[in-house]
Structure formats: C-alpha cells, structure tokens
C-alpha cells in the first residue's frame, strides 16, 4: 500500500472502532419496562366522564379513576394530554375543586415540560371557570395570555377563539368598544381559515355588541350575517332561534315594538324550539310578552309571562326568571298594583343576586323604590351604594384591560425591535465575513501569481544557465 494513503486507513479503523462501541453501549442497555397502565384505558374513562347520558355520579367516578392512573405514568406529551382531557371534563361536569386540582398541576407540568400549547389549553379552562364563577379580570388575564401563546405558536384558530372570549368578558363591564374590535380580529382569523360556525357566533357577538352600543341598524346587519354563516356550516335550529330571538330584542331595545313582536312570534313558532333549547324559548316569550305591554294602551297581562315562568323554572333559568319576574313587576307597576308590583320586584331582586346580574339588581332596586313607599330611602341607598361599586369596578377592570392591551402590544414591538435588530446584526455579520472572504480571495490570488512568477522566472533563469 502506497504511504500516503496509510492516514486515510488508520482514520477509517478508528471511524469504525468508535461506531462499534457506541453499537455496543446501546445494546447492552436494558429495554425500559413498559408502563402498567395502558393509554388506551384512561382514554376510555375520560370519554365516559364526558358522557352527558351517564349522572355525574358514574362521570365522576370514571374521571377520578382516569386521573388517578394518570398520575404515575411518564411525564410526557402522552400524560399532558390526559391532564389536559381531565381538566376540561372536571370543568364541563362540573367539579370545581377536582377542576382547580388538576388544571394547577397541568400548568405546573406544561411549564416544566415546555409545552407551550398544553400551558395555553389549561389557561384556556381557567378562563372559562373565572367566568362562569364571575371572576372577570383574572379571566380576562388568562384569556389573553393563552392568546399570545396560541399567536406565537401560529394557531390562529384557537388564538381567534380567545379574542372572541375577551370580548365577551369586555361587554359584561361595559368595554363595548373594546369588545368590538377584538370581535373584528377575531372575525378576520375566522375568515381566513373558513371556521363558517366560528363565524356565525362572532357575529352574533358583534350583534349584541351593537346593540349595546344602541347602533341597532349595524346590529340587525350583524345577525343577518351569523343566519347566513350559521346555514353554511350546519342548520341548527337552537342557534336560529337564539339569532332571531337577538334580532327581535334589537328592535325592542329601538322601541320598534311592532317589528320585535314579529321577531318574537317568529321564535316561538320555530319548529321544536321548547326542545331544542327550552332556555332561549322561555325568554323569547317573555319577550313577546312585553312588547304586548309596550305597545298597548291598555294592555292585558300577557300569558306568555306565565308560559315564560312556568319553563323557566323547570330548567331553573333563575336569569330567566329574574327578567320575567321583573316584566311582570313593571306590568304592576303599570296598572297601578304596587302590593303585586312589590312582591314580583322583590323576587327579581332575589334571583338578581343569585346569578350576579348588577343589572337587573339595579332596576330591581330602582322598581322597588318606587312602588314600596315604606322601604323606598332603603331601597335607594342600596341602589345608590351598589350602583357606585360596579361603576368603580368597572372603571378599575377597563383600566386593567387598557394597561394589558398596552403591555401586550409594547412585548410585540420590543419583538419586533429586536428581530429588526438580529436581522440588522446577521446582515453586518454576513457582510463582514463576505468582504474577509474577498480579501482572503484576492491575497490568496496575488500570493499564488507572485509565487507562479517567481517559479516561471526561476525555470526561464535555469534555462538560461542550462
């Protein structure tokens, strides 16, 4: 063998020997144990802790035994999406402190796994239980940090669902503003990606939006629009009913009395509507029952008020009958029974409270103030002490929101800054090894012509002496 081939031989043996014992260490490595509990098994207790046919009881029982074998498998992307699964089925059933339990221990283990969408999901549940127990700012907060995660991520579906949710929380302090032009992003994402349910209930949003913000000619466009979206996705006759039930409340809220009664009457008369969401249809009565008071002279007391309670209270809706009982106190009120009146306010007042609503609270307050002459200085002072509370609260949430929007939006441009910058930093870089490169080149070339001069001078010189 020639010898300047003999370093490439030795370089390839020690290739070759090194490969060898890595292949050794791998094969002396024992294979793990598989994991006792089978994925499979968990997966089918989840299920059947979701199944609304089943009573809580046996969904309860089914979510405890998933979760309790979840517990000791690897933390993986396997056990984050049980805990993921878990969390919202604990949410849905609902169980609030098993919920708390492991949507806690579901955050802690997506930080320390680095899963930014199992960390986004979890934010997500969280957000939702804050709502649903009227904790609006720390719901706001998690909606909008599992927002810039999903943005970051490029899950623009999800990251559009949590706009929309924002919104909601905004219109429930009065941010109407606010709450539209996150409905308008969200709109824009659903729009992109074609999400035709997605954009029905946006735009249902953006109709009570309007609505709130008294421009019931956009809103009626509004709701015209979800119809639209709502029949290229799926008829659903729930959802069309809730539509045209918005509908006829825009045109009430305008004091178009005639128009909502038509809207009203189209609601009830919808096929199945007691069925398909007796909530709804309870309302929608009540509805057409105090258009038939608003735009009589001398009206009867409406029996769809009475339909309204007797569902409602079946299914205990008590927003539900918080507003028919309300209705009924201003028909009192309005033929001048102030005992009935009293009595009717006072339960309103009642299931007000139950369900957080400050605002039927209020005109509860202000009704009874009114038409109890014994108790009105009372009623007035409460009115007045909580009437202030909820304006500084509110005040306080719309501040927080503002000061959320503006951290967010000064994290994207110092991003922004800072990419502009790496990208400025690369280019210089680039430039600066491009131009070493070329005076290597050129040296590199003036040394190799001054050294073939040298040599042709040197052979032209042993020439002359040969």
């Given at each position: 063998?020639?010898?300047?081939?003999?370093?490439?031989?030795?370089?390839?043996?020690?290739?070759?020997?090194?490969?060898?014992?890595?292949?050794?260490?791998?094969?002396?490595?024992?294979?793990?144990?598989?994991?006792?509990?089978?994925?499979?098994?968990?997966?089918?207790?989840?299920?059947?802790?979701?199944?609304?046919?089943?009573?809580?009881?046996?969904?309860?029982?089914?979510?405890?035994?998933?979760?309790?074998?979840?517990?000791?498998?690897?933390?993986?992307?396997?056990?984050?999406?049980?805990?993921?699964?878990?969390?919202?089925?604990?949410?849905?059933?609902?169980?609030?402190?098993?919920?708390?339990?492991?949507?806690?221990?579901?955050?802690?283990?997506?930080?320390?796994?680095?899963?930014?969408?199992?960390?986004?999901?979890?934010?997500?549940?969280?957000?939702?239980?804050?709502?649903?127990?009227?904790?609006?700012?720390?719901?706001?907060?998690?909606?909008?940090?599992?927002?810039?995660?999903?943005?970051?991520?490029?899950?623009?579906?999800?990251?559009?669902?949590?706009?929309?949710?924002?919104?909601?929380?905004?219109?429930?302090?009065?941010?109407?503003?606010?709450?539209?032009?996150?409905?308008?992003?969200?709109?824009?994402?659903?729009?992109?990606?074609?999400?035709?349910?997605?954009?029905?209930?946006?735009?249902?949003?953006?109709?009570?939006?309007?609505?709130?913000?008294?421009?019931?000619?956009?809103?009626?466009?509004?709701?015209?629009?979800?119809?639209?979206?709502?029949?290229?996705?799926?008829?659903?006759?729930?959802?069309?009913?809730?539509?045209?039930?918005?509908?006829?409340?825009?045109?009430?809220?305008?004091?178009?009395?005639?128009?909502?009664?038509?809207?009203?009457?189209?609601?009830?008369n919808l096929p199945k509507a007691e069925d398909n969401d007796p909530e709804t249809y309870g309302r929608a009565l009540t509805n057409l029952g105090i258009t038939k008071v608003k735009r009589?002279?001398?009206?009867?007391?409406?029996?769809?008020?009475?339909k309204a309670l007797f569902i409602l209270d079946a299914i205990e809706d008590y927003a539900g009958l918080s507003k028919t009982l309300f209705a009924l106190a201003e028909y009192y009120t309005?033929?001048?029974?102030?005992?009935?009146?009293?009595?009717?306010?006072?339960?309103?007042?009642?299931?007000?409270?139950?369900?957080?609503?400050?605002?039927?609270?209020?005109?509860?307050?202000?009704?009874?103030?009114?038409?109890?002459?014994?108790?009105?200085?009372?009623?007035?002072?409460?009115?007045?002490?909580?009437?202030?509370?909820?304006?500084?609260?509110?005040?306080?949430?719309?501040?927080?929101?503002?000061?959320?929007?503006?951290?967010?939006?000064?994290?994207?441009?110092?991003?922004?800054?800072?990419?502009?910058?790496?990208?400025?930093?690369?280019?210089?870089?680039?430039?600066?090894?491009?131009?070493?490169?070329?005076?290597?080149?050129?040296?590199?070339?003036?040394?190799?012509?001054?050294?073939?001069?040298?040599?042709?001078?040197?052979?032209?010189?042993?020439?002359?002496?040969?």
């Amino acid at each position: 063998m020639s010898l300047h081939l003999l370093p490439y031989r030795t370089f390839l043996i020690s290739c070759f020997l090194f490969i060898g014992s890595i292949s050794c260490k791998e094969n002396s490595t024992p294979i793990a144990e598989v994991q006792p509990v089978a994925t499979d098994s968990i997966t089918i207790w989840i299920k059947k802790g979701r199944d609304k046919s089943l009573v809580k009881e046996i969904r309860k029982i089914n979510l405890d035994k998933a979760f309790t074998k979840t517990i000791p498998l690897e933390q993986d992307t396997s056990y984050l999406k049980n805990l993921s699964a878990l969390s919202l089925a604990y949410l849905r059933l609902p169980d609030n402190p098993k919920f708390r339990e492991v949507n806690d221990l579901l955050i802690a283990k997506a930080k320390i796994l680095k899963d930014s969408i199992a960390w986004a999901n979890a934010l997500w549940d969280r957000g939702l239980f804050y709502e649903r127990i009227s904790v609006m700012d720390s719901s706001f907060i998690d909606y909008d940090e599992a927002h810039n995660i999903y943005i970051a991520k490029d899950k623009k579906l999800n990251a559009a669902k949590m706009l929309r949710n924002m919104a909601v929380i905004q219109n429930s302090v009065r941010d109407y503003v606010q709450a539209e032009i996150n409905l308008v992003r969200a709109i824009e994402y659903f729009k992109e990606l074609e999400e035709t349910k997605d954009l029905y209930r946006s735009y249902n949003s953006l109709g009570i939006t309007m609505v709130n913000l008294e421009n019931y000619d956009e809103a009626l466009e509004y709701y015209e629009e979800a119809l639209k979206y709502l029949d290229a996705s799926e008829p659903n006759e729930k959802f069309r009913l809730r539509v045209i039930n918005n509908m006829g409340m825009a045109h009430l809220e305008n004091e178009e009395f005639e128009k909502a009664a038509d809207y009203f009457t189209q609601a009830v008369n919808l096929p199945k509507a007691e069925d398909n969401d007796p909530e709804t249809y309870g309302r929608a009565l009540t509805n057409l029952g105090i258009t038939k008071v608003k735009r009589s002279s001398n009206p009867e007391r409406p029996e769809e008020y009475d339909k309204a309670l007797f569902i409602l209270d079946a299914i205990e809706d008590y927003a539900g009958l918080s507003k028919t009982l309300f209705a009924l106190a201003e028909y009192y009120t309005l033929i001048g029974d102030s005992t009935k009146a009293t009595e009717r306010a006072q339960h309103a007042l009642n299931f007000a409270r139950k369900t957080n609503n400050h605002e039927r609270e209020l005109a509860a307050l202000q009704l009874l103030s009114q038409v109890d002459n014994e108790h009105s200085r009372a009623y007035s002072k409460s009115y007045m002490k909580i009437h202030d509370s909820l304006d500084a609260a509110e005040r306080q949430l719309k501040n927080k929101y503002a000061r959320i929007r503006f951290e967010t939006d000064e994290a994207l441009a110092m991003n922004e800054l800072l990419a502009r910058q790496r990208i400025w930093w690369l280019s210089a870089a680039i430039g600066f090894l491009l131009l070493a490169l070329s005076v290597y080149i050129i040296a590199a070339q003036r040394a190799r012509n001054q050294k073939l001069r040298f040599l042709q001078e040197q052979q032209e010189t042993n020439q002359e002496i040969f």
